[in-house]
């Protein structure tokens, strides 16, 4: 069928309105699997080294300060392409950059065992040559989100998007347990370099998925020209409004309890398996980095059908964002206190996983509040709040590694997590809204 016809085919449906889904049922399944099986590879790479900085730092020599600095060296680049990521995003569509990123995070991750063992031959440049690799990893995968928010914001309608991209935030814990299962295996029986030739390859191999498959499917797509504005949806993208944005608090309680609660899950993210390895050394890998990650799923699943039940009960939409994000830190500062506070192995497993699942919450609270605040222009506000959200990243990596240098201390790092939770509860709680700013 030639184009004309399909355009002639759409407009004699005169099915469609201005306020349905532009993706058809059968490209919601296509762009969900491909999107949920692209976040489950973002996070299997982006957590391979947390999982084997142990044994490469064994093997390396690399003091806690220097682990510490070559895990936040990510979130050093992953905090310059949020913005940037989101307003491409929303200006020529986000599959595009997120192929392009994909591509850029997978390749890196295939070479890291080479970048690791060329660095020894620059002596002195030995970590600030690995910590560069990093950072433009880091740069690479910090479009991923704000680019996926902005294709789900422009091809969903505005009671899908909440609920469809809470679901793909699961991709994060199902990426993580990849790696705790399948990593832990292979580091076991073949060493440390495999693991990143493994994750690396299925990084490249869902690149590809999405160029030939997802992608290659907008070609045929029947377009609805009875809502002419969305012919241009990728081309036609207003400037930002940002200083309206910058006015109002909503905005900057959105911003900054994001920014609270990334730091307690990047914290734990990157120092996990080494939280273990330290204080439970005879703990076997898999069961460390595999169990936590197994609440973020259910408690993602749980959180949005709560969510709906609450909307369906005509509770306002600011109301049960805060609800949500309450439980998220309420959940998630209960374990980090009974954490900071015991030497159990089950325990602080059962904490573990309770703080990782609380983060299900959060992925359906103050994380899609970009849609409610920003509906036109979701990726590049989605993009500056996860920009500031990262700065914890490399800041609270690293001080938690200088933190362990000089104290060993676990609970300190504990306590420092749940205090700043406590600040981005009471911001959210005071001014946070879900009414659109713009």
């Avoid at 682990?67 to 995003?89: I, K, M, N, R």
């Avoid at 006015?247 to 307690?264: G, I, K, P, Q, Y």
Wanted: one cysteine or more.
């Amino acid at each position: 069928m030639s184009m004309e016809e399909k355009l002639k085919y759409s407009l004699l449906r005169g099915e469609l309105t201005d306020n349905q889904s532009i993706w058809t049922r059968h490209e919601k399944r296509v762009w969900f699997l491909t999107l949920i099986t692209g976040t489950c590879m973002l996070y299997s790479t982006r957590t391979t080294m947390p999982l084997l900085v142990p044994a490469v730092a064994a093997e390396q020599k690399w003091t806690k300060t220097d682990s510490g600095t070559v895990l936040s060296s990510f979130f050093w680049g992953y905090t310059l392409t949020q913005v940037v990521g989101g307003y491409f995003s929303d200006r020529f569509g986000g599959q595009k950059v997120i192929l392009f990123a994909a591509i850029g995070w997978s390749l890196i991750t295939f070479f890291m065992p080479n970048i690791i063992w060329w660095a020894p031959e620059i002596k002195t440049y030995s970590i600030p040559f690995i910590v560069t690799i990093r950072i433009i990893n880091g740069a690479f995968q910090g479009v991923h989100f704000p680019s996926m928010i902005s294709l789900t914001s422009q091809n969903l309608c505005s009671n899908e998007r909440t609920s469809f991209f809470g679901l793909l935030t699961a991709g994060s814990a199902m990426g993580t347990l990849l790696t705790g299962i399948l990593g832990s295996f292979v580091l076991d029986y073949f060493g440390w370099s495999y693991v990143f030739r493994v994750i690396g390859f299925l990084g490249i191999s869902w690149a590809l998925i999405l160029r030939y498959y997802a992608m290659a499917g907008e070609r045929s797509r029947i377009i609805n020209v009875s809502a002419p504005a969305r012919l241009c949806t990728n081309k036609a993208i207003d400037t930002v409004p940002w200083l309206r944005y910058f006015r109002r608090l909503s905005f900057w309680a959105c911003v900054l309890t994001h920014a609270c609660e990334m730091n307690c899950f990047f914290v734990l993210l990157s120092w996990l398996p080494t939280y273990f390895h330290d204080g439970f050394p005879h703990a076997k890998g898999w069961i460390v980095n595999m169990i936590p990650w197994l609440a973020l799923p259910p408690c993602t699943f749980f959180a949005k059908y709560l969510t709906g039940r609450l909307l369906t009960r005509e509770w306002s939409t600011s109301s049960v964002r805060k609800i949500i994000q309450s439980c998220c830190f309420a959940a998630q500062n209960l374990a980090l206190f009974i954490m900071s506070r015991t030497n159990s192995f089950s325990t602080a497993l059962i904490c573990m996983t309770v703080i990782i699942g609380g983060t299900g919450f959060h992925n359906n609270a103050v994380t899609v509040n970009p849609q409610d605040l920003a509906p036109s222009h979701s990726g590049s506000v989605f993009g500056l709040m996860n920009t500031v959200g990262a700065v914890p990243g490399f800041l609270g990596v690293y001080l938690a590694g200088h933190i362990l240098e000089v104290t060993q201390s676990w609970p300190t790092v504990f306590s420092a997590a749940a205090g700043i939770n406590l600040i981005g509860w009471a911001i959210f709680v005071i001014f946070g809204s879900a009414e659109a700013i713009v």
